[in-house]
Nanobody, 128 residues
Framework: QVQLVESGGGLVQTGGSLRLSCTAS????????IGWFRQAPGKGREHVSC?????????YFAESVRGRFTISRDTAKNTVYLQMDNLKPEDTAVYYC????????????????????WGQGTQVTVSS
């Protein structure tokens, strides 16, 4: 059974940085497209970033985070990272990683429904 576990969330001041990790058990993440979503209180889930799988490392970033967030893989650790720099209070949310076993679901049009597995989420709070 595939399980995704996010970690690395926490409380940080405006302008600070955090690195979120999405680690898998039961599967090799390298073949999967991995998306990061976030959900702020009272709001819907927002697609933040993603990276394609299967050797195609194409990435996508939402306009709200472009230039501040980066996404990367460590195949040896079976982990995908979301590096978040210059954080703002509006980045406060629960962040989720999700896996598309087909490997291609990474674009501005990626939706929650296009992913097969989800992590439990990690809280990111940015204080002003």
């Amino acid at each position: 059974q595939v399980q995704l576990v996010e970690s690395g969330g926490g409380l940080v001041q405006t302008g600070g940085s955090l690195r979120l990790s999405c680690t898998a058990s039961g599967a090799t993440l390298n073949y999967y497209a991995i998306g990061w979503f976030r959900q702020a209180p009272g709001k819907g889930r927002e697609h933040v970033s993603c990276i394609r799988g299967g050797g195609d490392s194409s990435t996508y970033f939402a306009e709200s985070v472009r230039g501040r967030f980066t996404i990367s893989r460590d195949t040896a650790k079976n982990t995908v990272y979301l590096q978040m720099d210059n954080l703002k209070p509006e980045d406060t949310a629960v962040y989720y990683c999700a896996a598309d076993t087909g490997g291609h679901n990474c674009s501005p049009y990626s939706t929650e429904g296009g992913h097969d597995y989800w992590g439990q989420g990690t809280q990111v709070t940015v204080s002003s």
